[in-house]
Structures are given as structure tokens and as C-alpha cells.
């Protein structure tokens, strides 16, 4: 990937609009977003495009929120664009509590199921976040679930 200088890396972020341009509709100055900086989002400001941009769900701190767009889209890639997921078709997740995790109730598979490995002591929190079904991977096998 060429770069130029002065480089700012990363890519993916989460804030507070400061400033719109002018032929922007859909977001305001003091908006919550996320999504990814193109040209770069390790500073304290960032050039967003709009098409690259989200508002940020309340239910999500800014934290949260910066660690979702690589990941989370390389999850909706693999589980809508590549697998077609359908509804009532059910979702192993491995590791479901690391960074590659998948929220299946959104838009088309909105009626699947996750089912997930992982530690008992990630089981509540996938829980709260949408898995279905937590299996530990410590003491279950998940081709026996």
C-alpha cells in the first residue's frame, strides 16, 4: 500500500463529530460515530468520508465501538457476503469472545442462532451481546452440542 508522508495509521476509529462539510445531511457536529479513517485514525482528529461512517450505537462505548469496523466487517464478509447465512440456519463461533466476534441479529438472519466456544468466564458476556449459545471449551466438545 503506498503511502505518503506526513503518515497517520490505523484505520479504525470512534468519536465525536467536530465539524461537517458542507453537503453533509446525515450527521452533525457533535454526533457519536464510528467506522473506518481512510487516511488515517491514530490522532486526535481525523478526515472522515460519510461513506465510511455510522452513527454509534448508544448501547456501545467509544472503546467498543473503534474495534468493531475491521473486525466486524471481515465477520459480516464471511457470515453474509461468502456463507448466505439464512434464517434458521445456526452459527458456530470459535473463540467468540475475541476480536472476530458475530452479532447475527442483524438484517437478513435476524431468525439464526450463534452458538460460540469459549471460557465459562466469557459466557456471560456473550451472552449479553447476543450468543445464543455459549459453549465452554474447556469441559464441553462443541460437535457434541
Same mark, same amino acid.
Given at each position: 500500500?503506498?503511502?505518503?508522508?506526513?503518515?497517520? !495509521?490505523?484505520?479504525?476509529?470512534?468519536?465525536?463529530?467536530?465539524?461537517?462539510? /458542507? /453537503?453533509?445531511?446525515?450527521?452533525?457536529?457533535?454526533?457519536?460515530?464510528?467506522?473506518? #479513517?481512510?487516511?488515517?485514525?491514530?490522532? %486526535?482528529?481525523?478526515?472522515?468520508?460519510?461513506? %465510511?461512517?455510522?452513527?454509534?450505537?448508544?448501547? !456501545?462505548?467509544?472503546?467498543? +465501538? #473503534?474495534?468493531?469496523?475491521? #473486525?466486524?466487517?471481515?465477520?459480516?464478509?464471511? !457470515?453474509?457476503? %461468502? +456463507?448466505?447465512?439464512? $434464517?434458521?440456519?445456526?452459527?458456530?463461533?470459535?473463540?467468540?469472545?475475541?476480536?472476530?466476534?458475530?452479532?447475527? /441479529? +442483524?438484517?437478513?438472519? %435476524?431468525?439464526? @442462532? @450463534?452458538?460460540?466456544? +469459549?471460557?465459562?468466564?466469557?459466557?456471560?458476556?456473550?451472552?449479553?451481546?447476543?450468543?445464543?449459545?455459549? !459453549?465452554?471449551?474447556?469441559?464441553?466438545?462443541?460437535? $457434541?452440542?
Amino acid at each position: 500500500m503506498p503511502v505518503s508522508f506526513p503518515l497517520t !495509521i490505523g484505520q479504525d476509529f470512534s468519536g465525536e463529530i467536530a465539524e461537517v462539510g /458542507n /453537503n453533509v445531511h446525515d450527521f452533525s457536529a457533535g454526533d457519536q460515530v464510528f467506522g473506518f #479513517a481512510l487516511s488515517g485514525a491514530y490522532a %486526535e482528529y481525523a478526515d472522515v468520508s460519510v461513506k %465510511e461512517s455510522a452513527h454509534k450505537p448508544g448501547s !456501545i462505548d467509544f472503546v467498543t +465501538a #473503534a474495534s468493531v469496523p475491521t #473486525a466486524g466487517l471481515t465477520a459480516w464478509q464471511m !457470515i453474509i457476503d %461468502e +456463507a448466505k447465512v439464512s $434464517e434458521g440456519q445456526v452459527v458456530l463461533i470459535h473463540g467468540a469472545a475475541g476480536r472476530c466476534r458475530v452479532i447475527c /441479529n +442483524a438484517g437478513k438472519v %435476524e431468525k439464526s @442462532s @450463534s452458538h460460540s466456544t +469459549a471460557s465459562q468466564g466469557d459466557a456471560d458476556y456473550l451472552k449479553r451481546v447476543g450468543v445464543d449459545q455459549v !459453549i465452554d471449551y474447556k469441559s464441553e466438545r462443541f460437535e $457434541e452440542k
